[in-house]
């Protein structure tokens, strides 16, 4: 890093997954909707309407806050945070400031194969704002609109310390934060569709121990735009201190398109926002009772389910990292374990095959028709050496397509299986009598030609052989012609 000590904290705004807005009935399905049809007075900030909080909200951004370890507050307080923009409607966005969710949190992820922790400052919750449209159908040139389906959406956000050292850093925290919330299904995570979003701020100095000037870059919309949006600022602060230029306090845009940052404003403070308690809405104390019952809906983590799988299941950590980042996925693996106990079969179907499926079907596990009891019912079909494996590739496909299990696709296609041996024979010896080229470079020493002698063997029997036995008998047969 040029030399220079590299200091980053993030800012992640999550939507939580809840089905009407933090404040009115409004629905929170806007994705694709016509513009302002998800709308109220309320959302809309029209004067004389009044916010209720929906206390899904609240038990969201709790179970966030004790699931990263957090101190919960006994009392939480919405503050007004004012400042004009045209998708904020009532001109201040209803937050929280010295009354938040939780304090003191952790967040420990994985950077290179070793554990790293950083500090949460703070989890709160406030509104998001609107949107404002600068293209699109009916728009003529320089014009922009707004559009406020997504105002008054829930939003958890987390605070972390400056802890950071390197983008790379703060892309695998990150990822980390968006796995944690799908896992406690507080939020969707999605960051192309804008339900996570990432503020950082990051500082350059050169002494060890100290922060340089922070500087804030937004409009991050992809891991690879944090990765990339924090590495063209490393290079540019360094650029700038080594010419022993001032580096200004500023809020910076990530342009995608052109891979640099610009200048948005000047770097605002807390005290710039005159913060005030909102006269809407009181005060609320949050009781032991509800804490107990959030703390027993927590489920666990992924690196604790990382290292749970490496060690009960003796996968690999890629594997394992594989496997857990996706709740879905490693829950299916576990419910297949109950009917088929071979973490390693089944693990390595789940990868590949199944892996495989998903991505050309643009799937995920828990869309797709085949479930763990099906995929453990043909592996013990595979097992017992009933099918073969290019038998069970071709099955699994008609389960992904269809749905049905195993034995109704075998039935319905009318598959057998060529497990005898004298069958089998009469396959190989006219193979062997196609084939008399590479029956004699096998005889002349060379091993190539024995496995495309099983590969003929395999195709002319449509895959409905063992491969070890055609192996078996087709060595027996060249052996007694030789």
Not at 152 to 165: C, F, H, K, S, Y
Not at 401 to 421: C, D, H, M, Q, V
């Amino acid at each position: 890093m040029a030399g220079y000590n590299v200091t980053i904290g993030i800012e992640v705004h999550c939507h939580l997954s809840t089905q009407a807005k933090m404040f009115c009935r409004c629905g929170t399905d806007y994705i694709g909707k016509e513009p302002n049809s998800l709308t109220c007075p309320v959302c809309l900030g029209i004067p004389g309407s009044l916010p209720v909080l929906n206390r899904k909200v609240l038990e969201l951004a709790l179970k966030a806050a004790l699931a990263l370890d957090c101190d919960i507050l006994p009392r939480v307080v919405f503050h007004r945070k004012n400042y004009f923009y045209p998708d904020l409607p009532k001109g201040y966005q209803i937050s929280q400031y010295d009354f938040p969710i939780g304090v003191n949190g952790i967040i420990r992820y994985e950077v290179g194969g070793l554990i790293r922790e950083i500090r949460i400052k703070r989890v709160h919750t406030e509104e998001d704002a609107g949107k404002l449209v600068h293209q699109g159908e009916g728009f003529r040139f320089a014009q922009s609109g707004v559009d406020y389906n997504r105002s008054g959406i829930p939003l958890v956000e987390i605070v972390t310390e400056p802890d950071l050292t390197s983008p790379e850093e703060a892309r695998e925290c990150l990822m980390m934060l968006r796995t944690i919330v799908r896992y406690l299904e507080v939020s969707d995570g999605n960051m192309e569709e804008g339900s996570l979003r990432c503020d950082a701020n990051i500082s350059l100095s050169n002494t060890p121990g100290e922060m340089g000037v922070k500087v804030e870059v937004k409009n991050m919309n992809s891991f690879r735009s944090v990765y990339r949006a924090l590495q063209f600022e490393v290079e540019r602060q360094s650029s700038i201190l080594r010419s022993n230029r001032p580096v200004i306090q500023e809020t910076r845009h990530w342009d995608e398109m052109k891979n640099v940052t610009v200048a948005a404003r000047g770097k605002e403070e807390a005290e710039d926002y005159r913060y005030f308690p909102d006269p809407d809405l009181l005060p609320m104390n949050i009781s032991d009772a509800l804490l107990t019952e959030i703390r027993a809906s927590l489920t666990e983590m992924p690196l604790h389910r990382k290292e749970r799988f490496m060690n009960d299941y003796e996968l690999t950590g890629n594997e394992a990292e594989i496997l857990v980042t996706n709740k879905n996925l490693a829950d299916f693996f576990e419910e297949c374990l109950k009917d088929f106990r071979k973490p390693r079969l089944v693990c390595n179907w789940v990868l590949t095959e199944i892996l495989r499926y998903l991505n050309e079907e643009g799937q995920e596990i828990n869309q797709s028709k085949l479930t763990p009891r099906m995929l453990a019912e043909l592996l013990r079909l595979l097992e017992k050496k009933e099918i073969s494996g290019t038998i069970a590739k071709n099955v699994l496909e008609d389960m992904f397509l269809t749905g049905s299990g195993p034995r109704e696709i075998i039935a319905r296609k009318g598959i057998s299986f060529i497990s005898n041996e004298k069958e089998l024979e009469k396959i190989v010896r006219e193979m062997i009598e196609k084939n008399p080229q590479s029956v004699a470079d096998y005889l002349s020493g060379k091993e190539k030609a024995f496995n495309f002698l099983v590969g003929a063997v395999m195709k002319a029997t449509r895959g409905q052989a063992s491969p070890e036995l055609v192996k078996t008998v087709l060595a027996r047969e060249l052996q007694a012609g030789g």
